[in-house]
């Protein structure tokens, strides 16, 4: 298959943009779990809690975002719960490190000849795109292992 | 009209599988086909379509990166301000079909230059082809003719439409 033109734009696509739509997917997705969490999903009850129309709601819910952090800080208010972290060294700071973007982890356990725990290993691994050229061997390899 | 399914090898990840469809036999994938237009005034949209694309295959599809579209879906739904920069039309469509988290088929598209697709001169075939294969997928699925836990669930799946 011939996608000579969506390797190029990737590969020539400014890194501010790709971190741009990766954050805005990264915002999403949260607001998405905090949905499920505290509105069973139901994008009406947000609507109500904001005092806002559903059709509103729902623009900010689905697709890339340009969010304001003054929509951001009524979203956190309405669902209790944060968003978003800012990275920084400051000891007041509510920034909880995570180290590990969309990350597996697989644990290898094997058994001796007589039942007996001789090895556990565990893997953990960040998901990553394989473009059809990278080693999708070893990606094969780690997912039939058992998981922990 | 026949339509074979093909996986896209380029883009598929361990966590998502991404199709297309060749229509009638044709030289090129539909997105293929949409792959080499040039969107000369929506450089960005079509970079952050590319992009939306890249990353879905890191964290798996979700349907909130959609826009509902009936029994199909489009790519992408970007923020006002992107779409202001072209105020001559409603931007750039890329029709797909989710079927789950970790299987969506790319199809063809364009820029959409009128509120109603179906009105659109641009976009008109490409959004009546979605629903199509949407509603046909949506019906093997129902009768269970469609077993999307199965590796490679499309790659022998011919549809008549």
């Not at chain 2, 074979?4 to 030289?27: G, M, Q």
Request: charged letters at 25%.
């Amino acid at each position: 298959m011939n996608l000579t033109k969506f390797k190029s734009i990737i590969s020539e696509t400014p890194d501010d943009l790709k971190e741009e739509v990766r954050l805005s997917m990264d915002i999403l997705d949260r607001i998405h779990e905090l949905l499920e969490k505290k509105f069973n999903g139901k994008q009406k009850l947000l609507a109500d809690k904001l005092g806002k129309s559903e059709a509103e709601v729902s623009k900010w819910l689905n697709g890339v975002q340009n969010f304001t952090i003054k929509t951001i800080a009524k979203l956190e208010i309405a669902f209790g719960e944060q968003i978003i972290a800012v990275a920084t060294g400051a000891d007041n700071s509510t920034f909880e490190q995570c180290t590990h973007r969309y990350s597996s982890k697989n644990t290898r356990i094997e058994v001796g000849l007589y039942g007996d725990l001789d090895q556990v290993q565990s893997v953990v691994f960040e998901s990553q795109p394989t473009y059809g050229i990278t080693n999708a061997d070893s990606i094969t390899l780690h997912s039939n292992l058992a998981d922990a | 009209m026949f339509v074979e399914f093909e996986k896209i090898h380029d883009l598929s990840t361990t966590k998502l599988c991404f199709y297309t469809i060749k229509v009638n036999k044709h030289a090129l994938t539909e997105f293929e086909k949409f792959d080499a237009k040039d969107f000369l005034n929506h450089p960005e949209e079509l970079a952050i379509l590319y992009n939306i694309i890249t990353e879905m295959g890191v964290r798996g599809a979700k349907p909130h990166y959609f826009k509902n579209e009936s029994s199909a879906e489009a790519l992408p739904i970007v923020s006002y301000s992107i779409m202001s920069q072209n105020k001559k039309d409603f931007g750039l469509r890329l029709y797909c079909k989710l079927l789950t988290d970790s299987i969506v088929v790319l199809l063809n598209g364009d820029i959409k230059t009128m509120q109603n697709p179906r009105s659109c001169p641009k976009v008109s075939s490409h959004f009546n082809l979605a629903l199509k294969v949407g509603s046909a997928l949506d019906k093997l699925i129902q009768n269970k003719e469609l077993n999307l836990t199965s590796n490679n669930p499309l790659s022998e799946c011919i549809i008549e439409l």
